[in-house]
T-cell receptor
């Protein structure tokens, strides 16, 4: 069964600091997909980034970057130079390629509070 | 940019009543989902739907729940006899035609059962 763990429940930073969110996953599938979603105070779920299991190249997209390491089953996410608008709950999620419906399994979320 | 829409944004109902939550997925998407988020908790999978049938459901999705795609655009979640513990945010999601596609979520319907 697939499982996602976000050990950090809440992180508080001052604006312009970098924030790194940890995510550890478990899966028996060899092909899978990892995601980060943002849930701002308004409540919607906003897709941020996605990584395929066969591509471990780490990338940067604007102020977002991620570090995917299959050897440790981790998919960490960094916000560089945080802004107040980054305050939200961030969810890591996993989808198995072989699953019938490709459901998403979410971690418990990390609340990020960026103070001015 | 196409998006998933959900109605209503907030539904208040009495325990034991039936509710229907509505979703309009992105138009060319073929896979549809419902998820639930109890206040302050993580997002939980309820059901996935493809080709007019359920492809997977969780243990939460018991006989009180049903899904339907009544026409070419809507995707509904029905709860037959609501319980207090059904109070949650319900999210609809859809994805395209490939296993590799990303799921995009609607804004959610907050269901309050009194």
């Amino acid at each position: 069964a697939q499982k996602v763990t976000q050990a950090q429940t809440e992180i508080s930073v001052v604006e312009k600091e970098d924030v790194t969110l940890d995510c550890v996953y478990e899966t028996r599938d060899t092909t899978y997909y990892l995601f980060w979603y943002k849930q701002p105070p308004s409540g919607e779920l906003v897709f941020l980034i996605r990584r395929n299991s066969f591509d471990e190249q780490n990338e940067i997209s604007g102020r977002y970057s991620w570090n995917f390491q299959k050897s440790t089953s981790s998919f960490n996410f960094t916000i560089t130079a945080s802004q107040v608008v980054d305050s939200a709950v961030y969810f890591c999620a996993l989808s198995e390629h072989g699953a019938a419906g490709n459901k998403l399994t979410f971690g418990g979320g990390t609340r990020v509070l960026v103070k001015p | 940019e196409p998006e998933v829409t959900q109605t209503p944004s907030h539904q208040v109902t009495q325990m034991g009543q039936e509710v229907i939550l509505r979703c309009v997925p992105i138009s060319n998407h073929l896979y549809f989902y419902w998820y639930r988020q109890i206040l302050g908790q993580k997002v939980e999978f309820l059901v996935s739907f493809y080709n007019n049938e359920i492809s997977e459901k969780s243990e939460i999705f018991d006989d009180q729940f049903s899904v339907e795609r009544p026409d070419g655009s809507n995707f509904t979640l029905k709860i037959r006899s609501t319980k207090l513990e059904d109070s949650a945010m319900y999210f609809c999601a859809s994805r395209g035609t490939s296993n590799t596609d990303t799921q995009y979520f609607g804004p959610g319907t907050r269901l309050t059962v009194l």
